[in-house]
Nanobody
């Protein structure tokens, strides 16, 4: 089992900044994708940003130029730096990751994907 623990959400004024963190732990052989999705009240969950083990990144058009995703592979942690926050960024933000389980030393087992419990981001004046 792979567990994701998110932190960093909260209340911020429009134009402000927040930094989300998500750390993965468990029997992990390797991680491929790490990313963030969000879900606002009454709306479907949507992709915010993702990064792969190869270093490529992808962002939703609505956050390009304002949000930056990064990861620390040694810590199995992904970050989301959010700047110039807008009212419409208000949502529950969920961390996501996929990769392969670790078995005996040096043995790669089957794939996994995992979601965090979500952290609330509220942009309000």
């Amino acid at each position: 089992q792979v567990r994701l623990v998110e932190s960093g959400g909260g209340l911020v004024q429009p134009g402000g900044s927040l930094r989300l963190s998500c750390a993965a732990s468990g029997s992990i052989f390797s991680i491929n994708v790490m990313g963030w999705h969000r879900q606002a009240p009454g709306k479907q969950r949507e992709l915010v940003a993702v990064t792969t083990s190869g270093g490529s990144t992808n962002y939703a058009d609505s956050v390009k130029g304002r949000f930056t995703i990064s990861r620390d592979n040694a810590k199995n942690t992904v970050y989301l730096e959010m700047n110039s926050l807008k009212f419409e960024d208000t949502a529950v933000y969920y961390c996501y990751t996929d990769g392969f389980y670790r078995g005996p030393p040096g043995v790669r087992l089957g794939p996994f994907d995992s979601w965090g419990q979500g952290t609330q981001v509220t942009v309000s004046s």
